[in-house]
C-alpha cells in the first residue's frame, strides 16, 4: 500500500518541480527596469494631456479676444447676398443721369434736422409744390414694384370693363426674377380684383395680366407707360415691364413724386393702394391678402396713395401720398437696405414735419399774447 501510494505521488512532484523551474525570476534589476518604464510612459500621457489643455486654452484666448474686439463673433458672410449686392451696384453703375456724392437739400423753413437711411428721397407739399427735403432727387435708379402705379393709371385710361374675368396664363409667370405666387396658372379673377391685388399686395401675376390683357398686349401696354411718363414730365423714367420686376424700370424720386400725384387722381388708385387686407374667392380655395405696406393700418396716418417696392438693384422703396397735421405731402423713399428701414424713414419723416409745425405754433403763440 505504502509503495502504491508513492507511485501514485511522484509523478505529481516531478511535475510542480518542473513547472517551478519554467518560472521566470524577478530579479531587483528587472523590478527597476519596469518602474522606469510605467513612470516613462505616465509622463508621456501627462505631457501630452497638458499640451491639449494649452492648445484648448489658447483657441478659447483667441476666441475671447475675437469676441472683445468685435463686440460678438464675425457673422459668417452670405454669398448669395454679397454676389445679390455686387451685381446691383454694378447695375446701379451702368444707368444713366447718376450724380457722384449725395446731394440733400431742406428747406429753411423746417430748422429742425432730418435724416433718412434711404439712399434717396424727396418729401413735398402736394398743395404748393414746395420742396420741403430732398436727397439725391433726380438719380435715377430701378424702381421695382412702384411701376405697378403706372401699370394701374394705364388700365384705367384704357377704360376696360372692370368686371371682365381675366385668367392668369402662363404668359404672367415671371420668368425675370423667378419670384413665386399663390396666383396659379388658370385662376380667374376679375379685372378690378387683379387690379387691386397689383396695388394692395403687389402681386406680379396680376399685374401682369393686366398689361397683357391691355388692348394691343404687353408691348402696347409698356408704350403706353412710356407715353404716360413723357406727358407726366417723368424726364428719367423708362417702363419695360408692367410688375417692376425688370430693372430696367428706372425713373428719379423727382418723377415719382409727379407720378404719385398723378396717381391721386384716380379713385380706384387711392381706394385699392391704402386697402388694408382682401380675401380672394377662387374655385378652390379663399387666398389672404394683405397690404404690403404696415402704415395702412396705422391709426396715426392719413394715407391717399401708397406703393411699396423692392428687388436687390431697386432696394426697399416706398411712395405716399398722405396728410400730415391737415397738410397734403408726397412722400419718396429710395432704396431702403433695411427691412423695416422704409417704414422707419417714413415716420421721421411724419414726426419731422409734425414737430416742425409745433415749434412754429409754438413760436407764434410767443407773440400773440
Known amino acids: 500500500m505504502k509503495k502504491s501510494f508513492t507511485f501514485l505521488l511522484r509523478p505529481l512532484l516531478l511535475g510542480v518541480l518542473a513547472?517551478?523551474?519554467?518560472?521566470?525570476?524577478?530579479?531587483?534589476?528587472?523590478?527597476?527596469?519596469?518602474?522606469?518604464?510605467?513612470?516613462?510612459?505616465?509622463?508621456?500621457?501627462?505631457?501630452?494631456?497638458?499640451?491639449?489643455?494649452?492648445?484648448?486654452?489658447?483657441?478659447?484666448?483667441?476666441?475671447?479676444?475675437?469676441?472683445?474686439?468685435?463686440?460678438?463673433?464675425?457673422?459668417?458672410?452670405?454669398?448669395?447676398?454679397?454676389?445679390?449686392?455686387?451685381?446691383?451696384?454694378?447695375?446701379?453703375?451702368?444707368?444713366?443721369?447718376?450724380?457722384?456724392?449725395?446731394?440733400?437739400?431742406?428747406?429753411?423753413?423746417?430748422?429742425?434736422?432730418?435724416?433718412?437711411?434711404?439712399?434717396?428721397?424727396?418729401?413735398?407739399?402736394?398743395?404748393?409744390?414746395?420742396?420741403?427735403?430732398?436727397?439725391?432727387?433726380?438719380?435715377?435708379?430701378?424702381?421695382?414694384?412702384?411701376?405697378?402705379?403706372?401699370?394701374?393709371?394705364?388700365?384705367?385710361?384704357?377704360?376696360?370693363?372692370?368686371?371682365?374675368?381675366?385668367?392668369?396664363?402662363?404668359?404672367?409667370?415671371?420668368?425675370?426674377?423667378?419670384?413665386?405666387?399663390?396666383?396659379?396658372?388658370?385662376?380667374?379673377?376679375?379685372?378690378?380684383?387683379?387690379?387691386?391685388?397689383?396695388?394692395?399686395?403687389s402681386e406680379n401675376r396680376a399685374a401682369a395680366s393686366l398689361v397683357r390683357t391691355y388692348p394691343g398686349g404687353t408691348q402696347a401696354a409698356v408704350a403706353a407707360m412710356n407715353r404716360k411718363a413723357r406727358e407726366l414730365g417723368m424726364t428719367h423714367a423708362n417702363f419695360a415691364d408692367g410688375t417692376g420686376l425688370n430693372a430696367q424700370n428706372v425713373a428719379s424720386p423727382s418723377d415719382l413724386v409727379r407720378m404719385v400725384k398723378a396717381a391721386r387722381n384716380y379713385p380706384d388708385i387711392r381706394r385699392f393702394s391704402t386697402t388694408s387686407e382682401y380675401d380672394l374667392a377662387t374655385d378652390h380655395r379663399v387666398l389672404p391678402y394683405r397690404n404690403t405696406n404696415a402704415l395702412v393700418k396705422n391709426d396715426t396716418w392719413q394715407i391717399e396713395v401708397s406703393k411699396t417696392g423692392f428687388i436687390n438693384e431697386a432696394g426697399k422703396c416706398l411712395v405716399m401720398h398722405a396728410r400730415v397735421n391737415e397738410t397734403p405731402v408726397v412722400i419718396v423713399l429710395m432704396d431702403s437696405n433695411g427691412k423695416y428701414t422704409r417704414i422707419g424713414d417714413a415716420n421721421r419723416v411724419k414726426k419731422w414735419l409734425e414737430s416742425t409745425v409745433q415749434s412754429f405754433t409754438l413760436s407764434e403763440n410767443q407773440y400773440t399774447h
Not at 501630452?48 to 460678438?72: C, D, E
Not at 458672410?77 to 454694378?90: D, H, T
Not at 392668369?168 to 396658372?185: G, Y
Open 19 to 201: 513547472l517551478g523551474l519554467s518560472l521566470p525570476v524577478i530579479t531587483p534589476e528587472a523590478m527597476a527596469a519596469s518602474k522606469s518604464s510605467a513612470t516613462a510612459k505616465k509622463h508621456t500621457a501627462s505631457t501630452a494631456s497638458s499640451r491639449k489643455k494649452i492648445h484648448t486654452a489658447t483657441r478659447t484666448k483667441k476666441r475671447s479676444q475675437q469676441v472683445s474686439r468685435y463686440g460678438k463673433r464675425r457673422p459668417v458672410v452670405n454669398n448669395q447676398k454679397l454676389r445679390a449686392e455686387r451685381e446691383r451696384q454694378a447695375m446701379m453703375a451702368r444707368l444713366p443721369h447718376r450724380v457722384g456724392p449725395t446731394e440733400i437739400f431742406q428747406t429753411s423753413n423746417l430748422q429742425l434736422p432730418l435724416n433718412l437711411e434711404s439712399r434717396a428721397a424727396v418729401v413735398i407739399n402736394a398743395d404748393t409744390g414746395e420742396t420741403l427735403y430732398s436727397k439725391n432727387p433726380t438719380r435715377t435708379m430701378p424702381i421695382a414694384s412702384i411701376t405697378k402705379l403706372m401699370t394701374a393709371m394705364i388700365t384705367l385710361d384704357a377704360r376696360l370693363p372692370m368686371d371682365e374675368v381675366i385668367t392668369i396664363a402662363e404668359a404672367d409667370v415671371d420668368k425675370i426674377k423667378h419670384t413665386s405666387s399663390r396666383l396659379a396658372v388658370g385662376t380667374s379673377m376679375t379685372r378690378s380684383e387683379a387690379l387691386l391685388l397689383a396695388l394692395m399686395a
